[in-house]
């Protein structure tokens, strides 16, 4: 999304507001994940628009994809890594893991959740710049097809948890600049549910 912020201007407000270190078992003091692992990017198809993304699958069977750090895929003739990425803030940079402001572009970002108990009738907490798809444990749970610019919160979706281990794959589309996604579980109260760890593998 086109907008006057740049990475270094947000990693430096994120210093400034003391948000920039992550807290214990994959999330922060507000409950936003902060481990993840991140493909990108796959540039968009010519003549595609953000708004397309959605609908179109970069990666066959991307509902059940579950990667480990070090795994290979090829997208469109070129090898992409998926690589652990610690996020600075509350969200995670796609621009800042590439080390570029990359546009017309997608990425996928994958965390393992893991739950001591089931959690029935909760939320799950989005925000994206820009469009976003979002899964958990291999069922779509939001389609978000405007572009837009990061807010905590934006989107607010129903959700379980499973005991044990669960799977989000969080796909964003970044049109222009600034490339991000967060998410945060809470309960219907927008209490964040802390008795959670996430990692990057399944463990």
Known sequence: MRRVSSVLAATALLLLTGRAVPGKGGL????????????????LDKGQSGADVPGKEQIPGEAKLRP?????????????????????????????????????????????????????????????DDQAVVYLNGKQ??????????????DITDVSLQKGVNVLMFKVVNEKEDWSGCARFTDKNGQVIKKLKVTSARE
């Open 28 to 43: 922060d003091e507000e409950g936003f994940i902060t481990t993840w692992l991140l493909l990108a990017p796959i540039p």
């Open 68 to 128: 480990k750090a070090g795994d290979k895929v090829k997208v469109n003739g070129k090898k992409l890594v998926w690589k652990v990425y610690q996020a600075k803030g509350y969200f995670f940079d796609v621009n800042d893991f590439l080390g570029k402001v990359t546009e017309d572009s997608v990425a996928y970002a994958v965390c393992y959740i893991h739950a001591d108990r089931a959690l029935p009738d909760i939320q799950l907490r989005t925000g994206s």
């Open 141 to 154: 749970v939001l389609k978000q097809a405007e572009d837009r610019e990061l807010t905590k919160d934006d």
